[in-house]
Structures are given as structure tokens and as C-alpha cells.
């Protein structure tokens, strides 16, 4: 019988070893409190947080770690201690605070665990100084209203750079051509006039003036195109099929001119400027007529796929190719890689191309080889 009490009672010393060993090994504050709010036991990370000894907090009400004017009558900070248990948190909308020794308030989480025993209610409170992730919280607030006072900022910066930008389509649209209107007529009436009375010279000079008039014409509607491109516009479905087959119905006498061949898969209905959209196509079919190899037929395929938040599409042909170093530069306005001699044009027709693509929050590249040709990509986001 010795033996059994003896047996018991070293089995009762070690599951309080336990107990109190697991109470310590805690990462949070621990108080048991009685039904009347008293505290029955804490953990040595209760002392730490609080800056309290054990001592000073046994016996005592619990009331003692809450800020002062929240003691006397009943009210929400309070009942939190006593309530049905739960997690509680400022996170749920009531901030919750504790109270250091030293009077110093903080923000904390409580978590409370009920126990029925034999001398009523208790209630396991598990409280953690959340006053690090309340200042990350705010640091992240801080940084965000940061972010969008300079996505304002820049918003307004872009507003103005749009505004210049109509100014200068102003200015291209009427005080360039109209003067280039001029010069155009006079020289085309010199010419009718006295071309091939003067002299081979003078006829050369005069062809001279009118190719470069001719081209300022060509480079002031790009300008203008270009600039126009996505304003006071809104985004719609568009079926790319529909939008090839008007494409390719334009290009048609170029298309046979060049007996080129052009094929397209089943393409996407996508959300997009269909202007804009009906030119990128057309830019990139173009592109691909244009800069054929010599004594072959242009062949260009067109096929999509469909990559997370994505339409990815590919305009694959076989002409000249590009070589590596190249291959960033052609998005360049006015960048040109060959002499007007040999492939008419401005240069800027794929820097369209790349500014229609951003505007539809996707990015354009090439693949290509010298001689090999060339594959377009390009994305197009699904919910632009």
C-alpha cells in the first residue's frame, strides 16, 4: 500500500516536472486566473514581457497587466480576460493592450483556454507582445501610402508628358505639313516645268527634293500615328480572327503582288484596342512581306497559346533574319538596320508594334537568324 502512495506520488511529481517544464518551454506569456479574475501561476516569459517577478503577480488580479483606465467599471478590454475563450487580437477590430510594470503600454494577442476543476473555472491565458509586428504593420502602411504618393506623382508626371505629346502631334499636323505642303507643290511645278530643259544635274536635284519631301510626309503621318496610339480609347472583345482576315483582305495586292502565303491557327478573343490591335497585325504581316529573301515567296504563320494570365502569339516567317546583336534595337523608333535603297520605309513600324503591346500590358521580342527567319513574339495579358 506504502508502495502504491509512493508510486503515485513520484508520478504526480513528474507529471508536475512536466507540466511546469512545458509551461517554461512556451514562446508566449502563461497565466492561469481563477473565476474572479485572480492569478493563479505564470511562466518566466510572463515576467519578461510584463517585467514582473512571479511574486508580484500570484494572488493578484489580473486587472494588474491592463492599462489603468481599464480597471475600475466592466468594459470590453476587461471582459476579455473572462469571456468565453477565444483568440482576441487587435487584428479582430478592438485593440488590445497590456500594461508592463513600468507602466508602459503595448499591443498583445490573447488566446484563452477554459478548465473546469473541482475549485471552479480557470482559464489559460496565452498572451504575446505583438508590438514588432504592429511596427512592421506600420512600416508596411507607411511604405505602401509612400508607393502611392509617387505612383500620383508619376501619374501626373505622365499627364503633362501626354499633354506635350498633343502638342506636338499639333504642331506636326499643322506646323510641318503645311509648310512641307508648299515646298511639295513648288518643286512638283519646277518640275513639270523645267525637268530635262536644264541639265542631268538639275534633274537629279529635283528628283532629290521631291524623295525627301516624299519621305517627310511618310515620317510626319508615323509621328502622328504613333502618338495617337491608345488615346481617349476604351478596351472591348476583339476576335482575332476577325481582325486577321480584315488585315490580310487590306494587304491583299501586296500579298499577291509578293505571292506570299499566310496561314493562322484558331486565334483568341482578347480584350484590346481594336484598332490598335488590327495594326500590330498588319505591321508584323508587313514586316515579314517586306523583308523577304530574294527569288522566295514570303510564308508567314501566325499561332497562339494560352500561358497563365497570358495570350502568347507568334508570327513566324521565313525571310532575311536578324542577327543577334540586332534583335533589340529594331524596337527603337526610327532605328533602321538597312539602307532605303535596298527596303523602303521610316523605321518605325516596329516601334508601333512594341508600343500597342505594352499598352496591352504584354512584352514583344524576336527570335531570328541571318538568313533563317524570323519569329515575332508576342503577349497580349487576358484581362488587360
Known sequence: MAEELERSIREIEQAQQKFKGLLESAPDAILIVGEKGTIQLVNNKCELIFGYKKNELIGYNVELLLPERFRSAPNEQRKLFYDIPGVRSTEVG???????????????????????????????????????????????????????????????????????????????????????????????????????????????????????????????????????????????????????????????????????????????????????????????ISNSIKFQQPGVAPHIDISTSKENSHWHFRFRDNGIGIEKQYQQRIFIIFQRLHNRSVYEGSGIGLAHCKKIVELHGGTIWVESEAGKGSTFHFTIAENT
Open 94 to 284: 478592438l485593440e488590445l493592450l497590456g500594461r508592463r510594470q513600468n507602466g508602459q503600454e503595448f499591443p498583445v494577442e490573447i488566446s484563452l483556454s477554459p478548465l473546469e476543476t473541482e475549485e471552479g473555472l480557470l482559464v489559460t491565458a496565452a498572451i504575446r507582445d505583438i508590438s514588432e509586428k504592429k511596427r512592421l504593420e506600420k512600416e508596411i502602411r507607411d511604405v505602401n501610402l509612400s508607393l502611392e504618393k509617387k505612383v500620383k506623382q508619376r501619374t501626373a508626371e505622365l499627364e503633362i508628358k501626354n499633354k506635350e505629346l498633343e502638342q506636338f502631334a499639333y504642331v506636326a499636323s499643322h506646323d510641318l505639313q503645311e509648310p512641307l505642303r508648299t515646298t511639295s507643290s513648288f518643286v512638283e511645278l519646277l518640275r513639270k516645268q523645267y525637268y530635262g530643259k536644264i541639265d542631268e544635274n538639275a534633274n537629279r536635284y529635283i528628283d532629290y527634293v521631291i524623295q525627301a519631301s516624299d519621305r517627310m510626309k511618310t515620317l510626319i503621318k508615323d509621328l502622328l500615328d504613333y502618338s495617337r496610339i491608345g488615346r481617349e480609347k476604351q478596351f472591348e472583345p476583339v476576335d482575332c480572327n476577325t481582325a486577321f482576315a480584315e488585315v490580310t483582305a487590306d494587304l491583299a495586292k501586296v500579298i499577291k503582288e509578293n505571292k506570299a502565303v499566310i496561314t493562322a491557327e484558331k486565334l483568341p478573343v482578347v480584350n484590346a484596342f481594336p484598332t490598335e490591335l488590327k495594326l500590330l497585325f498588319q505591321n508584323l
